[in-house]
């Protein structure tokens, strides 16, 4: 009752739920900060089963939610034509994407200690930091080991993130791979510089095709060459620059990571190109001064509205 807020900024659908509530009783501007689709994102997680009748219930909720916001911002282009078909005006959808923390994520050379602790030394290691689950490909990665590891006995796969980590150690278990991979669980942010720099190559093997992927970002920065699936979202923020796999086909993955791991020139070029590219596009700084557009707007529009 006592605080007016001027803008009210909500993430993800559920905080149009609640946003909406506060836009009715303060007359603030809502804008929504959305990743991907509620329901896609639901069925990727095993919430929901695709097609279902609560997949379905979901999506009307979806739809019915994007048309509160005086603006939405989607974390890629790829979101557009969604908002679009749910009803949403074109001029309330802004593509803001997601940024780095340039100063904090940047090339770092790997540390001698963190090596000799994990057993590195002599090696190649492939990064991935992110969520272990099966729609972050994390499965497909794994899969993708023997192949990688047949052509370049020197690699050693970086597997860091949580949850699931027992799971994904006993399947790497069961499978004979523990020489060649490492499951590093949950690394705190302040110490993922450090941990990235161990990389030759960072790989995000992500199946969503909706939902944003921020970690791409991440690599960018700590100028690390990447292989990617092939998606509009991850075409978006590595453009030409990254090095592309269909998605599911382990095969196709393992086959890019080998190319780059063979190719300690082409990976200089591509890691100095991806994070000239982040400097260029994807700087928080930068985002912040695009984000206080789209406020401004969205208050001017609320401020004319009847």
Request: include cysteine.
């Amino acid at each position: 009752r006592r605080f007016r807020p001027q803008i009210v900024h909500a993430h993800l659908h559920e905080g149009i739920l609640i946003g909406a509530v506060i836009r009715r009783l303060t007359g603030a501007p809502l804008v929504a900060d959305l990743q991907g689709s509620l329901e896609a994102e639901l069925v990727d997680h095993d919430f929901l089963v695709a097609g279902g009748r609560l997949a379905r219930g979901v999506a009307r909720l979806e739809r019915w939610l994007v048309r509160h916001p005086d603006a939405i911002l989607t974390s890629s282009v790829a979101g557009r034509p969604l908002l679009e078909r749910q009803g949403v005006p074109a001029n309330r959808i802004v593509s803001l994407p997601d940024g780095a923390a340039l100063e904090h994520f940047r090339p770092l050379p790997a540390e001698d200690a963190l090596v000799d602790r994990l057993g590195l030394r002599g090696k190649q290691v492939v990064v991935f930091l992110g969520v272990l689950t099966p729609y972050q490909g994390v499965d497909a990665l794994i899969d993708a080991i023997p192949a990688v590891v047949r052509a370049r006995p020197d690699t050693h796969f970086l597997i860091m993130g949580y949850p699931n980590e027992d799971r994904y150690r006993t399947l790497v278990a069961s499978r004979g791979l523990e020489p060649w991979a490492t499951l590093s669980g949950r690394v705190a942010y302040g110490d993922a510089p450090r941990w990235l720099a161990l990389g030759a190559v960072a790989v995000s093997p992500k199946t969503s095709l909706t939902e944003a992927n921020g970690k791409l970002l991440n690599y960018m920065a700590s100028g690390l060459a990447v292989v990617a699936t092939d998606t509009a979202v991850n075409r978006e923020l590595l453009g030409e620059s990254g090095v592309y796999a269909p998605v599911g086909d382990a095969q196709a993955l393992a086959a890019r990571l080998v190319e780059l791991l063979g190719d300690r020139e082409r990976r200089r070029e591509i890691g100095a190109a991806l994070r000239a590219r982040a400097e260029a596009h994807f700087d928080w700084l930068a985002l912040t001064e695009r984000l206080l557009d789209v406020y401004g707007c969205a208050a001017r529009a609320r401020a004319v509205s009847p």
